[in-house]
Each structure stands twice: as structure tokens, then as C-alpha cells.
């Protein structure tokens, strides 16, 4: 995994509550076995229907921040939704909340979400309007700072933090612990009453 | 104006030692927590499929590791097949690479996989139950969000992205924080013509698509307990619409019953045990949840959704809501939403036209939905301005429906009677709804372009299906059942 640090650019708003991963990336495009070239089709619906959406307007390239209303990201579980704003560029998504699957598959590939208060996000929503607002955000700080100077802290998990730092995924942590697992497992077979093995 | 009383509050003031049915599952599954750290926590089944997987196994081999255990993995391919006759031919080239891909993969990696005419494949959270492979008190993922329909066995099941795929692939394990929990209480008894498939749109209604983000669900209560487990199936399924992490039901003689004499669920000399095992799973008396909420079904009625998200949904005496009284950013999702789907605030759906129905997905593609669907349209026809497709779940279903004699009747009415797979839930294959047309659908998803790029979805219970796409317009399937 990449290794996240701080980010700047301008924002990109998109004033929409429970975008789910469907108008993320439609199901339509999901049959590659890769995870690139998805990016080509994030928002793929509402860029073909509007004309003046964010991502067709052309003051808005190069934005590698997504600011968007609260439960973001709901729906199907498909990691195609991070892999397509990644693909985009995109390396941070603000937000006032977002989906749980969502947030998990975007920390396993180094996408920053930043949840801020309703407030905060309602302000920059409106100020990003004219592609000329531009955000810091800093994970190690966790911060969001405003074109103003004002800085507001957002939560992290610790641990997460480490990873999204170093560029560690789980499978190396969870294979240190190789042994408890062995361990578990072989405890567990006295309650094992399920195989798929002749399916 | 809705039928159902809902209460939320907080209960969280423990006391005992008393465990609901998450945290025995949680604590079951346990393999290291350290401080500060997630958990370090052991998955009992993966269940694979042809969209999800094929970028998880590309980084296990990148990496040289070996899959954990095959034993505990069970592949299928559902999603993007073709549900013609000939379905062998996928003329789609990425869609025939995915499946191809899968299939390779599973021969390499020694992965039990259910092919095209085994007698097994499926969707493959209709195919899991059927096998007796998904059991009480187990962990469950799949890269799927609607993996939540195996917690109708009271097995703690939830979807994951590709990337936890490869992990548990790689380890059998996740890393995990503990959940939070929230009790759901389905009261009373359904009417005619009122089914769990609108008892959950009607809690999704009720608490919105976020209402239990962070949360798994236990569904309580007497109704519960009267449904059959593909009922409860159905209930579990759509826990994801309301945010829900996981969704699920503590076992008990339905389930076990159920189970007895699958071919994957235990031998006869192991039975006892394991009923005594999965019995443990079960809320203790004095066990708390975070959150809990109380749906009375005495009045329930039969629903169908307005909108672009299941929550946007209505009994079909009710009316969509007045805009104004909606809160801001509510209001603005309805205002999309209405002029997505053409409607009107206010105006109640009954007698909407529909050009489309569609009945399937692993939410309402059991033999019993097609049971029901079968006994509506016996001895009637589709309107002739209607497609309808009935897509059973899995081959299993599709054997099941030929021998009842379903098919005939599908057939008759001049329904469409396909072969298994995912279908028009989530149009990834032919099976599309075109532009501009409307379909009421017993899928679970009526999101923008879901069915279709334009495609307009209505939820609802395959009996609602069944009943609209006689009338030609959205319609109580009371008068039919």
C-alpha cells in the first residue's frame, strides 16, 4: 500500500447525502479482474446526466479532494468504489459520516477519509463551489485545515494511522500472529461440525 | 401514518456477565486482541464469487502465500452470468474472463466451486443455506454486502471488500473491531398479503440507510420466531440497506430443522452435539444492546419504495411524503429521488404503470417466493405491457420449482422463467432494464441506474411483484393471495 501523508489541493464538493457505491461506480463496469482503469468510470451516471457535475467541469481537474454529505458510500461492499476514486486521483474524502464497508476498503488502499462536524463540512461544501478552495489535510497532524488558517482535527484510529503512514497492510500483522492462529484453530476443530470439502 | 411504533433507547447499564448473541459470537472468534490494536479475528467460511475475488487472489500469489485453508472457502459464480438457456457462452469478454478466472483459480487453489449445471450453483448467498454449509455460531464473509442473509442461522455473517477477501484467503482471519449492537423487535402477526419482505423495508423506512450504520442487528420477537428460515433469510438479507453491519436471529427448531440432512451440515452421529453447540447462541436474558427498536406488524401493509434508496418507501395506502415536512438534507435526497423515479409528493403508487417485473435475487429467490409468486399468477396472465422474469436463486430452486410444476405456470402466465444467477438485481449481464422504464422488482437495491442505466426500480415483496405485473401497474397482491 501507498503511504499517506499530507495532502493539498482544492476541494471538489458534491452536496449529496448516502451517495451510495452504485453511483460510485455502476455495477456495469465491474467485470475487469484488474484494479485499474476504474477511475475512467467513477460517477459514471450523474457525469452523463449533468452536464455542470463537478468532474465535468473543467476548473475542477486535478482536485484530489471529494467533499460530500453525510453516509458516504453506502451499499454493496464492491472495493471497486475506492479503486475507482483512486483511480481518479482522488487521496482524501471528507465527510460528515460514511458507510462501514466503505470506510474499511478505503483504508486498505490508502484512500484518507476524514469525518468532520456537520457544520465544518457545510461550510466547505459552499465555499468549494468555484473550484478555487483549497484544503489541507495532514493525517499525521489529522487535521483539515481551511484557505483561512483554521484547523479542524478529525478522528483516527491509531492503529489505522500507522498503517496509512508506513504504507502496511493487515496480512503481514495478521500473519505475526501465525501462531495464535494455529493455536485457535486447532482448539476450535472439537466444534467444527462444517467443511466445504465435496462441494 | 405508518403502522409501525418504534422506540429507540439506549440500554446500555451493564450490570452481569450477560452476553447478547454478537458478543458470544464475538468472543467465540477471538484469536488475539491486543491493546490498542483491532482484533485479530477468525472467520469460519468465506463464500467467493466471480466479481470480488479474482484481485484477492492475484495478491496472495503476488505474494507467494498459500490459501489458508480451503475448507472453509466455497466458490460459486453468480453475478455476471448470463441467465439464457445457453449460459456456457458468455459473449460478454470480461465477464467470461471473470468467470473464467475464477474457475482457473479454484482448480489451482483447490477450492470447492460450484459450476454451471452441477446442481448447485447459484447466488451464492442462496446456495450456502442449501448446502448446510452456513451454521449457527459461525463467522461469515463474503465479498458481498448482502452476506448478512446468513445470519438467519444465527451465525454472524457480514460483507467485506476485496482486499479483507485476500486477507482472510491468506490467513482465515480479519482485523476487527467490535461491534456494536442493536436489537430489533418484530411484534404481532402479518396480514394477508404482508410478508418479511415488508416488514424490513418497513424498518429501513423507519430508521434510514444509516440507522444502524456500526451496528449489527438481532431480529427478537414473536413474529420472528413464526417465520420460516427463508423468511428470515429475506430479513437478514436487507440489513445492509439500514447501514446495518451484520443482521441476525438466534437459531432455534426452525433453524435446526432446516439444517438436518444438508449435505454439508453435520452426520446423524454428530447432530446432538452440534444442536447442543448452536443452541449456546442466544441472548442471555440480562443482556443489553446499544440501540433497540420495536416494529409492530399487526398493521402493516404491503410496502413498495418511491425513491432512489430502500428507505424511501410507503405502504401502499400511504402517501409519499409531503417535501416540506422532510428535514433539509432529506428533503434534497427526495426532491433527486422524485425526479429520478417521476413521481409526485404526495401521490399514493398503487395503479403506477410498470413495464418491467422482476423476481429473484438473494434477497427473494427462494422456492418459497416463487411458491408465492407461482399462486398469484396460476390461472392468470402478465399484462401484456409487462416483461416479467422470474429468476429462480439456484439450480437447486430451479429443479425445486420444475418439479412443483412452477414452471408451467410461470410459463403460462407468460412470465419469463430463467436460468439462476443474480440477474436484473444488479443488471452486470444482459439482463438490464432499458432507459426510462419503470420495474417493480422483489430485488433490495432501487439505487439510480441499478437495474439499468435510467432504469426505475420499485421495491418490493414477490407477491407485490407477482400482483403488478397482472395488473400492469403497481398493485396490493391482497385480492390474489
Known amino acids: ?199 | 401514518m405508518s403502522a409501525a411504533a418504534t422506540k429507540k433507547a439506549p440500554e446500555k447499564a451493564k450490570k452481569s456477565t450477560a452476553k447478547n448473541i454478537v458478543e458470544k459470537i464475538w468472543d467465540a472468534h477471538v484469536v488475539k486482541q491486543l491493546e490498542g490494536h483491532p482484533c485479530v479475528f477468525a472467520i469460519d467460511l468465506m463464500l467467493l464469487h466471480e466479481v470480488t475475488s479474482a484481485q484477492a487472489f492475484q495478491l496472495i500469489e503476488s505474494r507467494n502465500i498459500q490459501v489458508f485453508d480451503p475448507s472453509r472457502l466455497l466458490a460459486t459464480i453468480d453475478h455476471s452470468t448470463p441467465t439464457r438457456q445457453n449460459r456456457w457462452e458468455i459473449y460478454d469478454e470480461a465477464a467470461r474472463t471473470q468467470v473464467e478466472t475464477l474457475r482457473n483459480n479454484c482448480k489451482k487453489h483447490n477450492i470447492p466451486f460450484l459450476d454451471f449445471d452441477s446442481g448447485k450453483q447459484g447466488i451464492v448467498h442462496v446456495v450456502g443455506p442449501e448446502l448446510g454449509v452456513t451454521q449457527p455460531g459461525m463467522t461469515i464473509v463474503c465479498g458481498d454486502s448482502h452476506t448478512s442473509t446468513h445470519g438467519a442461522f444465527g451465525a454472524l455473517a457480514f460483507g467485506v471488500g476485496t482486499s479483507e477477501v485476500a486477507h482472510v484467503m491468506a490467513t482465515g482471519c480479519l482485523l476487527q473491531k467490535k461491534p456494536q449492537t442493536m436489537k430489533v423487535e418484530f411484534k404481532g402477526h402479518f396480514r394477508k398479503g404482508v410478508y418479511a419482505k415488508d416488514a424490513i423495508l418497513r424498518l429501513i423506512g423507519e430508521i434510514g440507510v444509516g440507522g444502524a450504520n456500526g451496528h449489527v442487528i438481532e431480529y427478537v420477537g414473536e413474529a420472528v420466531r413464526a417465520m420460516s428460515m427463508e423468511e428470515r433469510m429475506t430479513v437478514c438479507n436487507m440489513s445492509i440497506e439500514c447501514g446495518a453491519r451484520a443482521g441476525l436471529i438466534a437459531p432455534d427448531e426452525v433453524t435446526f430443522k432446516y439444517l438436518k440432512g444438508r449435505a454439508h451440515a453435520p452426520a446423524a452421529e454428530n447432530w446432538d452435539e452440534a444442536v447442543a453447540y448452536w443452541s449456546s447462541f442466544c441472548s442471555d436474558s440480562e443482556s443489553t444492546f446499544d440501540k433497540s427498536v420495536t416494529i409492530d406488524l399487526d398493521k402493516l401493509e404491503p410496502i413498495v419504495t418511491w425513491g432512489t434508496n430502500p428507505a424511501q418507501n410507503v405502504g401502499l395506502s400511504e402517501r409519499i411524503p409531503k417535501l416540506e415536512t422532510l428535514v433539509d438534507n432529506e428533503r434534497a435526497v427526495a426532491v433527486r429521488a422524485l425526479e429520478y423515479t417521476k413521481l409526485k409528493e404526495q401521490q399514493t403508487l398503487e395503479g403506477t404503470p410498470v413495464e418491467w417485473a422482476f423476481v429473484g435475487s438473494c434477497t427473494n429467490g427462494r422456492i418459497e417466493d416463487l411458491r408465492i409468486v407461482a399462486n398469484v399468477l396460476k390461472g392468470r396472465k402478465v399484462n401484456q405491457n409487462v416483461t416479467m422474469y422470474v429468476v429462480p436463486g439456484s439450480e437447486a430452486v430451479m429443479k425445486q420449482c420444475q418439479e412443483e410444476g412452477l414452471v408451467e405456470i410461470f410459463r403460462e402466465a407468460g412470465a419469463d422463467f430463467r436460468m439462476p444467477g443474480c440477474s436484473m438485481c444488479l443488471a452486470m449481464n444482459d439482463d438490464q432494464v432499458p432507459p426510462g422504464k419503470r420495474c417493480i422488482s422483489s430485488s433490495n437495491r432501487n439505487f439510480v441506474g441499478r437495474q439499468g442505466p435510467d432504469s426505475i426500480t420499485h421495491l418490493a415483496s414477490p407477491a407485490t411483484v407477482a400482483a403488478s405485473a397482472i395488473a400492469g401497474c403497481i398493485k396490493s397482491p391482497a385480492e390474489y393471495v
Open chain 1, 1 to 199: 500500500m501507498q503511504k499517506v501523508t499530507t495532502v493539498k489541493s482544492k476541494a471538489m464538493p458534491l452536496p449529496m447525502k448516502d451517495v451510495d457505491t452504485d453511483l460510485i461506480i455502476p455495477a456495469q463496469f465491474l467485470t475487469s479482474i484488474s484494479k485499474d482503469g476504474y477511475g475512467a468510470n467513477l460517477f459514471r451516471r450523474m457525469r452523463d446526466n449533468d452536464a455542470n457535475f463537478p468532474m465535468n467541469r473543467q476548473e475542477f481537474d486535478g482536485a484530489t479532494i471529494l467533499v460530500t454529505d453525510s453516509n458516504f458510500g453506502c451499499g454493496s461492499s464492491r472495493e471497486h468504489a475506492v479503486w475507482a476514486l483512486t483511480g481518479a486521483g482522488f487521496k482524501v474524502v471528507i465527510a460528515k459520516s460514511f458507510s462501514d464497508i466503505f470506510y474499511n476498503n478505503s483504508a486498505k488502499n490508502a484512500l484518507l477519509l476524514a469525518v468532520l462536524p456537520a457544520d465544518v463540512v457545510d461550510q466547505i461544501l459552499q465555499s468549494a463551489k468555484n473550484a478555487d478552495y483549497e484544503v489541507t489535510v495532514d493525517l499525521e497532524s489529522q487535521t483539515v485545515t481551511l484557505p483561512d488558517g483554521t484547523a479542524h482535527k478529525f478522528e483516527y484510529d491509531q492503529f489505522r494511522k500507522h498503517c496509512m503512514l508506513n504504507g502496511l497492510d493487515d496480512i503481514e500483522y495478521i500473519r505475526s500472529h501465525a501462531a495464535d492462529i494455529q493455536e485457535f484453530r486447532n482448539r476450535q476443530e472439537q466444534k467444527r461440525f462444517m467443511s466445504t470439502r465435496g462441494a
